[in-house]
C-alpha cells in the first residue's frame, strides 16, 4: 500500500500564531488527500478534501479561513492552522488514497498553549 | 445522515481469549468497511477491508464480517495477545468520504 509521512510528528505553539502540517505521499501520486482531526478519546472526524491544483472541499462546520490547505503537487497536501487557539489543540491525520483504499499518515500532534 | 457505532466501548481481558467486536452502520449504502487499529497518539493501521460485495475477510488471527442489510460489521479476534491492546476502529467508506466509528479501547492483560 501507499506510505503517507506527515511533518512535524508534534508541535507546541503559542496562541495566535500558524502552524503549517505538512503530509506526503512517499510513494504514490495522490490526486486527492484527506485531512482528518481527532480530539481525545474521539473517533476521527474528517475535516476536508484536498484536491491537487483546485481548491479544498470542507465539510460542515469547518473555518475554511482558519484551516488553510493546499495540495500543490501530487505528493505533497499541507494544512496551516491560523491564529491558533488552545482549542485547536488536537491529533491532525492525513490520508491519501487508491481506487481501493485509503493510507493514513502517522498524525501529527498540536498543542496550543 | 450516516452514523458509525462501535460497541463496547472498552474491553479488557485476559490473554489468549477470543473476542468479537461489533460495529454497525445506518446507511446500508455503503461502498467498503474498513477496520483500523490505532496505538496511543499513532496514526491508523489498516487491518481488513470489506468491499460491499463481500461477507468476509482474513487475516491471521483477525476475521471481518459484513451484513450490508442489517448495517453490521464485526472484528474477530482469535487468541488475543497483550499486543492486541490498542483501540479498533471501524469506518464506512460513502461519497468517497470514510466516516469513522467511536472506537473500542481494548486492552488483553497477560
Known amino acids: 500500500g501507499a506510505v503517507v509521512s506527515q511533518h512535524p510528528s508534534r508541535v507546541i505553539c503559542k496562541s495566535g500564531t500558524s502552524v503549517k502540517i505538512e503530509c506526503r505521499s512517499l510513494d504514490f501520486q495522490a490526486t486527492t488527500m484527506f485531512w482528518y482531526r481527532q480530539f481525545p478519546k474521539k473517533s476521527l472526524m474528517l475535516m476536508a478534501t484536498s484536491n491537487e491544483g483546485s481548491k479544498a472541499t470542507y465539510e460542515q462546520g469547518v473555518e475554511k479561513d482558519k484551516f488553510l490547505i493546499n495540495h500543490a503537487s501530487l505528493t505533497l497536501s499541507t494544512l496551516t492552522v491560523t491564529s491558533a487557539h488552545p482549542e485547536d489543540s488536537s491529533f491532525y491525520i492525513c490520508?491519501?488514497?487508491?481506487?481501493?483504499?485509503?493510507?493514513f499518515g502517522p498524525g501529527t500532534r498540536l498543542t496550543v498553549t | 445522515k450516516q452514523e458509525v457505532t462501535q460497541i463496547p466501548a472498552a474491553l479488557s481481558v485476559p490473554e489468549g481469549e477470543n473476542l468479537v467486536l461489533n460495529c454497525s452502520f445506518t446507511d446500508s449504502a455503503i461502498y467498503n468497511l474498513q477496520w483500523f487499529r490505532q496505538d496511543p497518539g499513532k496514526g491508523l493501521t489498516s487491518l481488513l477491508l470489506i468491499q460491499s460485495s463481500q461477507r468476509e475477510q482474513t487475516s491471521g488471527r483477525l476475521n471481518a464480517s459484513l451484513d450490508k442489510s442489517s448495517g453490521r460489521s464485526t472484528l474477530y479476534i482469535a487468541a488475543s495477545q497483550p499486543g492486541d491492546s490498542a483501540t479498533y476502529l471501524c469506518?464506512?467508506?460513502?461519497?468517497?468520504?470514510?466516516?469513522f466509528g467511536t472506537g473500542t479501547r481494548l486492552q488483553v492483560f497477560p
Open positions: 490520508s491519501t488514497r487508491d481506487p481501493y483504499e485509503q493510507y
Open positions: 469506518a464506512v467508506e460513502e461519497d468517497d468520504k470514510l466516516i
